[in-house]
């Protein structure tokens, strides 16, 4: 559902809202990701995310990538979370966990481990909020530990507020916010929810950070609409590579036309060419066409 009561509000389900957050803002996510998986971030860092599979569509890159050491942490946010998007992501788990196992001749021990936060519920049981899944031999419950998904389902969280004793339903609620009142609801005066949400509206006043969030739905509805002209055509992916052609070429003129609503508001050419990947010069153009 499009959000109408509120043009500069910004959901915790965009992969540039965590990454802002997280360098800024990471005892949050921390605390939402282990009391809701175990798994302790606390000492990762954002790492390079433009790892691609092969496939020349647009989406096929991490969302987020932390690292500490040898270790990975793969943390994708999935507003559309179908069983393509699920597939994909676990994709990105065998091909981190295998990419980083050998350097040189020295075998180097890593774990990597993917979290899910998909906007949907878990089908075997509607009510779950966390699941957890490993390697294991089912014969003699053997384990193997160097990789673990972790699937959190945010639509089990309908109808959330703070109680004083439900902290991390409340955190988790938020992500499916549509507006920044609906989030002072959830959070009902819960302090470190509440500072969420002031956390995130000065980071929607943000210029450089909206340009990222703005491209972000841009692609997103880039995606979605191809990927349903793709089930429409029988297509399993959603789409061949002639529509990622397309994608492409649409890709551009989104740019063009986020960069022009920039100019209008006085936002700066570098920054404008910094977060819409257009360079100076066609910005520099694209201006003198707005002042013509």
Known sequence: MENNDNDNFVTLLADSTFKYMFKDYRDFFKKVIKSTTNVDISEYELYNNEINS?????DYRLDILLKKDNDFIIIEMNKNADKRTLLKARKYLYAVAGGGLVEGEDFKKMRTILINFNNSKYKNDKEAISVGYDLRNEKYND???EIKIYDIYLESLENVRYNGGNEKETYLAMFRAESFEEMRNIANGNKEALKVVEELERLSENDEFRVLYDAEKMRRKEINS????GYDNGYDDGYDDGKAEGLEAGAK????????????DGISIEIVSKNTGLSEDEINNLLEELNS
């Not at 191809?226 to 002209?229: E, F, G, H």
């Not at 003129?253 to 209008?264: F, G, Q, V, W």
């Open 54 to 58: 092969g496939n020349k569509a647009r």
């Open 226 to 229: 191809a990927r349903l002209d």
């Open 143 to 145: 384990v193997i530990d």
């Open 253 to 264: 003129a989104e740019k063009i036309s986020i960069a022009k609503n920039l100019l209008k």
